[in-house]
């Protein structure tokens, strides 16, 4: 999973996306800042497999312009969250892609990378949309 994270960051620094890691309490969320391209991530999160799909996910907010008050917990806007979810999953699947290391089923993909079960349907229709890359 680090190479992953890793994989990530670099994403963001490649986007003029600046981050900052940080141990905090286990169910603090992570956040993205849009307005300054900075995401804030909890290395401490309490399922710790989900950080990469994190990672994604803030920098999907950074890369879809999301409205910062928007962003937060309390006021999160489901469609805001749900694109930046599939951003993450997007990003998560062309590292596979990268790495040769393309699993050809969606819910093994899920599953190995951390990736909340909530993206199953969004995962299978991203398999359907690219069998031509993984077969």
């Known amino acids: 999973m680090n190479d992953l994270i890793w994989y990530l960051l670099n ?20 956040r993205a800042l849009p307005q300054e391209n900075f995401i804030i991530i909890n290395t401490n999160w309490h399922r710790t497999n989900e950080i990469p799909f994190i990672v994604g996910h803030e920098i999907g907010h950074i890369m879809n312009h999301d409205n910062i008050e928007r962003c937060q917990p309390q006021n999160a806007s489901y469609p805001l969250e749900l ?8 990003l998560i699947f062309k590292y596979t892609l990268k790495m040769d290391s393309m699993i050809q089923e969606p819910q093994t993909f899920i599953e190995q990378f951390g990736i909340p079960e909530r993206m199953l349907i969004p995962a299978k229709e991203l398999f359907k949309n690219n069998k031509e890359l993984i077969f």
């Not at 620094?13 to 169910?27: A, F, G, R, S, V």
């Not at 694109?83 to 997007?90: F, G, I, Q």
């Open 11 to 30: 994403f963001a620094l490649d986007h003029n996306i600046n981050y900052e890691l940080q141990k905090l309490p286990p169910y603090f969320e992570s």
């Open 83 to 90: 694109a930046a979810d599939k951003y993450s999953l997007n």
